[in-house]
């Protein structure tokens, strides 16, 4: 059995909660089955899964209706400016259309992410897709290199799914400075208008300026009952940074 490094898993979903771009690899069905890369942009789910909003005019789409086998990198250059040392996460897995179940509101979330997205909406050959891990390999830098366990990457039911847009407006209405001041502690934002825009397992996602931050849990939750003590664990944590 793998022992599967759990500082390296908190360090890569964190990383993943806080990028929206990416390499797509498919496989080519013009070249005779050679990867093919491509970027994207994309919104992290509920679960740990990812969503794409791709145009069947493309060549990675056309790829995926031959063979839905693929491959997502996210890179963050280091700051120190060794590229070799830079953070970077692959995901693998099989790339397919959104499930109608879920269909308006992975739309809702990109719309949410990328408004400017929403222009796409009139040109037909736009379609949502999620990808089902199946592994995950993380590289933090030099010595933090592990594959990641991979059910924790699989996708998962939420109970508080169908309340997540009541559960938001709750909070930018009656909790707005706990927002505020998450936003001002991990991101040394000082913003008033910010508004809590998206929920995960990992932490939610706060719209702040034009920009969208991620505010990382130390745990995933998965019940509205958890979703709600790690919130109240938050408020007070940032508690001195409200402003």
């Not at 130390?218 to 709600?228: F, G, H, L, M, N």
Request: aromatic share 16%.
């Amino acid at each position: 059995m793998k022992n599967f490094n759990k500082n390296h898993e908190k360090e890569a979903t964190a990383f993943y909660r806080s990028d929206k771009i990416a390499i797509l690899s498919t496989i080519s069905k013009q070249y005779d089955g050679y990867p093919f890369g491509s970027f994207v942009t994309y919104v992290s789910g509920w679960d740990r899964t990812i969503f794409l909003y791709l145009s069947d005019l493309a060549d990675h789409t056309k790829n995926l209706k031959k063979d839905h086998r693929s491959c997502i990198t996210i890179y963050k250059k280091n700051e120190s400016g060794d590229l070799q040392d830079s953070a970077r996460l692959t995901l693998i897995g099989d790339l397919k259309k959104v499930q109608e179940e879920v269909y308006e509101a992975c739309k809702e979330r990109f719309y949410n992410f990328f408004p400017e997205s929403k222009a796409y909406e009139q040109m037909h050959d736009f379609n949502f897709y999620q990808i089902s891990i199946s592994q995950a390999r993380w590289i933090g830098g030099f010595g933090k290199i592990s594959w990641l366990d991979p059910k924790n990457w699989k996708s998962v039911s939420v109970d508080w799914f169908g309340s997540e847009k009541n559960m938001i407006d709750h909070m930018n209405e009656d909790h707005s400075n706990t927002i505020r001041s998450a936003l001002h502690a991990v991101h040394d934002i000082k913003d008033k208008e910010a508004v809590m825009i998206g929920l995960s397992i990992d932490g939610y996602y706060i719209r702040s300026k034009g920009n969208v931050f991620f505010i990382n849990f130390d745990y995933p939750v998965y019940t509205s009952k958890e979703y709600r003590n790690v919130l109240i664990e938050l408020s007070k944590k940032y508690r001195s940074s409200e402003f």
